[in-house]
């Protein structure tokens, strides 16, 4: 089993920036892949980006390629959002999540995070 928690989130101008946290424990010597998603209100969850269990390989959603970038640090058991030039279309629910493949679908995920908020103010 691994607990995943994210934290970072908040109230953001557009524009500005937000770094969020998706920290992991229990059995976290296992080679996750980890994805970031969100849910905006109303609307599916949806593929933000991805990164490997070894950092080498992000891939990202059109709608973030070069305002988001993902990375992680193997020692703290965290993986990072970083969150540039955000819009107000950027807001919603962000969760991290885990899983053993590389990839842009949820179902490919086994364990989830409860989410952190971020929204963009206009």
């Known amino acids: 089993q691994v607990q995943l928690v994210e934290s970072g989130g908040g109230l953001v101008q557009a524009g500005g920036s937000l770094r969020l946290s998706c920290a992991a424990s229990?059995?976290?010597?296992?080679?996750?892949?980890t994805g970031w998603f969100r849910q905006a209100p109303g609307k599916e969850r949806e593929f933000v980006g991805t990164?490997?269990?070894?950092?080498?390989?992000?891939y990202y959603a059109d709608s973030v390629k070069g305002r988001f970038t993902i990375s992680k640090d193997n020692a703290k058991n965290t993986v990072y959002l970083q969150m540039n030039s955000l819009k107000p279309e950027d807001t919603a629910v962000y969760y991290c999540?885990?899983?053993?493949?590389?990839?842009?679908?949820?179902?490919?995920?086994?364990?989830w995070g409860q989410g952190t908020q971020v929204t963009v103010s206009s």
């Open positions: 229990g059995r976290t010597n296992s080679n996750y892949a």
């Open positions: 999540a885990a899983g053993y493949s590389n990839s842009k679908f949820s179902y490919d995920y086994n364990y």
């Open positions: 990164i490997s269990y070894s950092g080498l390989t992000t």
